[in-house]
């Protein structure tokens, strides 16, 4: 069973972060205003129909109790700040009983715990912020958490927090209004790039390696700062002050990878950001990841991502087709297994 993601529900919790919600509304409302028509819908709810304060004071007044809600095709659960307290058994039985509807289920920032402790996300990947990855990994060993950006996964839809929420819906909504009306979005937004769901969140080093042994994070710190003129391995030891034998060992026991694989990974990384968010041509990019050819590169990016870095970049034509405003398909997402 399908159905067109029209109608969006957002439920805050106590301490929701408000730039997550409001990123995940005004995509929908500039694209009514862009389109000179009303194609989307939303709502605010809470559970008792009272206003809700967000992380940073401020309240937001429901539109109505999440019980006398109209239709929904999607809700959203907001979360933010310490949202294990938000999360109650009356919440966790609603969530339960909208499943049961056939709604679409969605996490904001970390709105996706409340889905988890509910036993909805068991099975399906899903993305949160950062600071709760590796203790929620731990706490629901069902669940594939990724550091995407955002997952869509069946009929349901995560996202970490910021202003990632944006890319999310612009994912959601383009197959409906067109790539064309999409971009209008983000430049009236002055957002760069749409990016999409092979975009992994940027994670703080320490935050990324986790109990990581300090001469990892700073040999980490180091690769990263040097992405055109890579280190030697002497240069990393020398400067994170110990033996090169001991930084190798450091690394395979903490990550199950050499110093020298760990830093490959990150340049070519950065080449996949490059390729993505520049028209820089290839062969520049090759060197400025410290590629010694634009061959080496490419075989390095085709062993790590499965596809030449050619394939990275869309064509012209691709990028220009769009729906017209007024010839809009519907979107259709899975709202069962």
């Excluded at 940073?56 to 307290?85: E, K, Y």
């Excluded at 996490?107 to 996706?112: F, K, R, Y």
């Excluded at 042994?213 to 700062?225: C, D, G, R, V, Y």
Aim: hydrophobic share 40%; glycine share 6%; proline share 7%.
């Amino acid at each position: 069973m399908t159905a067109p993601l029209t109608r969006f529900g957002f439920l805050t919790l106590r301490n929701f972060s408000m730039i997550a919600f409001t990123s995940a509304i005004e995509p929908l409302r500039m694209a009514n205003y862009l389109a000179r028509e009303t194609i989307y819908r939303w709502s605010v709810h809470s559970l008792d129909g009272d206003p809700v304060a967000a992380s940073n004071g401020l309240a937001v007044a429901p539109t109505s109790r999440i019980a006398d809600s109209p239709p929904l095709d999607i809700l959203f659960v907001c979360g933010g700040v310490d949202v294990p307290h938000a999360v109650d058994e009356r919440l966790i039985q609603l969530l339960r009983r909208l499943s049961r509807q056939r709604i679409v289920l969605g996490g904001l920032c970390t709105g996706a715990y409340a889905l988890a402790r509910a036993g909805l996300l068991d099975g399906y990947r899903c993305a949160i912020h950062w600071e709760n990855l590796w203790g929620l990994r731990e706490t629901f060993p069902r669940i594939v958490f990724t550091p995407d950006l955002f997952v869509v996964d069946r009929d349901r839809c995560t996202c970490t927090g910021g202003i990632a929420p944006l890319d999310l819906i612009l994912h959601l909504i383009t197959p409906r209004i067109g790539r064309m009306l999409a971009a209008g979005i983000s430049e009236q937004f002055i957002v760069e790039r749409i990016r999409d769901s092979k975009d992994r969140q940027r994670i703080p080093i320490a935050a990324r390696l986790g109990g990581c042994h300090p001469s990892i994070i700073q040999a980490a710190a180091l690769m990263e700062a040097n992405i055109e003129e890579p280190l030697t391995l002497e240069e990393l030891a020398h400067m994170t002050e110990v033996s090169q034998r001991q930084l190798q060992r450091l690394f395979h026991r903490s990550l199950g990878l050499t110093p020298a694989q760990y830093y490959v990974t990150l340049r070519l990384r950065r080449g996949r950001e490059l390729l993505q968010q520049t028209a820089m041509p290839i062969t520049s990019i090759a060197v400025a990841c410290g590629f010694r050819s634009p061959a080496h590169f490419s075989k390095s990016y085709r062993a790590a991502f499965s596809h030449p870095p050619s394939q990275e970049r869309r064509p012209p034509a691709e990028a220009a087709a769009s729906g017209a405003p007024g010839r809009l398909r519907r979107l259709a997402i899975p709202t069962s297994k």
